[in-house]
Each structure stands twice: as structure tokens, then as C-alpha cells.
């Protein structure tokens, strides 16, 4: 699709196993974060979001979790399933509404 | 709602012609970003409004790029002449934010992109 980088990462799992998707982010100063999912064709979609006065949130099936000592961003997807593969993208708010997005990560679901 | 709407879907035009971009944002949503997309360089924001003010303009790559928001409905991206480098896919999202008070951690919502190439 038109979201897939030349040396975009990818992981691969195996359906019906957790997937681990990381991210480091650039800006200290950051306080809210984001995931979204982009699958192909389509643009990205909102999955879940962080501020930086927390360490875990949860979701359907989703976790994010934020470690500020480290600028290090993770989302856990439980029980991974094939309409989990897509691209997946974490993005940091800075100052305003600006957002920087990351490189993105291919997750690829295996049968 | 329908989402974000973006139109054309697709536009394949030639080098040096002019390319008009259009975006619809959600009813209600009182900012509004483009971002273009690439193999090389991801995501990338270009510009955003508050209000159909421009904020942040320092994404746009040069003068050749220019975009706009006459009213709260609509926006355009116009880039004038075009290039091979400017094909990428290229998105408008939109939230709803309380320009001028504190900020509010609101999701962008995006819509569907149009896939311009120039040859």
C-alpha cells in the first residue's frame, strides 16, 4: 500500500500469539501520544493514546505503554489476528497540535 | 458522519501543470492538517489550521506549495508548477481542538488520501 517504507521494519507473529510493536520518540518535552494503524489504501486510523502523566493504558485488546525515562513507546496487541496486519505508527504532540509521526512498523500475521 | 472526505482519490498529471487538492474536514472539527506521505520520508505534516487560520506552515516544502481554508468545510492544496517529486500520497486529517485555550489531546481523523503522480 501506499503507507510501506522502502526499509520499513516488520514483524512477523504468529496469529493467535501477542505482538510487541516499539517506538522512541524524539522530543522530551512531549506529552501526548498516539498509535494508529494504517492498513493499505487507507489512511491511518486511530488505535490508542498516552498522555505523558501516565505509564500504561489499555484497551480492546491493546495496551500502550510509555517510559519517559527512555522516550520509549510500546503498543501490545493480545491474541493478534490476521485484520491486525497493517502498518502501525506511534506519533508525538509537541508544542500546539503538531504531530511527529514515527517511521512506522509492517506487522505481518501469520495463518 | 461520513469522515473526512478528500477529492480526487487518484491524479496523475505532467510536469509543470497545476494540482488542486481538496478537503472536506468532519462537521463540528475546527482544525484541519495535510500531511504527505512517502516511501522515503513517511508521514510528513505540511500544514494545519485552527479556525481556518494557518498555524503551522513549516512543513511546506517550498513555494510551489500553497493551501487554504476559506471557510470551515473546506480546504484546498495547491501545488503550482508540479514536479515527479511531489507524487506521494498525501492526507488531510481533521479534530476537534480548542484553539487559544488549553490545548486538548484530541485524535486526528483521516481521510482516505489522494494518490498524485507526476510524470
Known amino acids: 500500500g501506499e503507507s510501506v517504507g522502502l526499509h520499513l521494519p516488520t514483524l512477523s507473529v504468529q496469529e493467535g500469539d501477542n505482538s510487541i510493536i516499539n517506538c522512541a520518540y524524539s522530543n522530551s518535552a512531549s506529552d501526548y501520544f498516539i498509535w494508529y494503524k494504517q492498513e493499505s489504501g487507507k489512511g491511518p486510523q486511530f488505535i490508542i493514546d498516552?498522555?505523558?502523566?501516565?505509564d500504561k493504558r489499555q484497551g480492546q485488546r491493546v495496551t500502550v505503554l510509555l517510559n519517559k525515562t527512555v522516550k520509549h513507546l510500546s503498543l501490545q496487541i493480545a491474541a493478534t489476528q490476521p485484520g491486525d496486519s497493517a502498518v502501525y505508527f506511534c506519533a508525538e504532540r509537541g508544542l500546539g497540535q503538531n504531530f511527529v509521526f514515527g517511521p512506522g512498523t509492517r506487522l505481518s500475521v501469520l495463518p | 458522519d461520513a469522515g473526512v472526505i478528500q477529492s480526487p482519490r487518484h491524479e496523475v498529471t505532467e510536469m509543470g501543470q497545476e494540482v488542486t487538492l481538496r478537503c472536506k474536514p468532519i462537521?463540528?472539527?475546527?482544525?484541519l492538517f495535510w500531511y504527505r506521505q512517502t516511501m522515503m520520508r513517511g508521514l510528513e505534516l505540511l500544514i494545519y489550521?485552527?479556525?481556518?487560520?494557518?498555524?503551522?506552515d513549516s512543513g511546506m516544502p517550498e513555494d510551489r506549495f500553497s493551501a487554504k481554508m476559506p471557510n470551515a468545510s473546506f480546504s484546498t492544496l495547491k501545488i503550482q508548477p508540479s514536479e515527479p517529486r511531489d507524487s506521494a500520497v498525501y492526507f488531510c486529517?481533521?479534530?476537534?481542538?480548542?484553539?487559544?485555550?488549553?490545548?486538548?489531546?484530541?485524535?486526528?481523523?483521516f481521510g482516505p488520501g489522494t494518490r498524485l503522480t507526476v510524470l
Open positions: 498516552i498522555r505523558s502523566n501516565m
Open positions: 486529517a481533521s479534530s476537534s481542538s480548542l484553539a487559544g485555550v488549553a490545548r486538548s489531546y484530541n485524535e486526528q481523523f
Open positions: 489550521f485552527n479556525n481556518n487560520v494557518p498555524i503551522d
Open positions: 462537521s463540528g472539527h475546527n482544525s
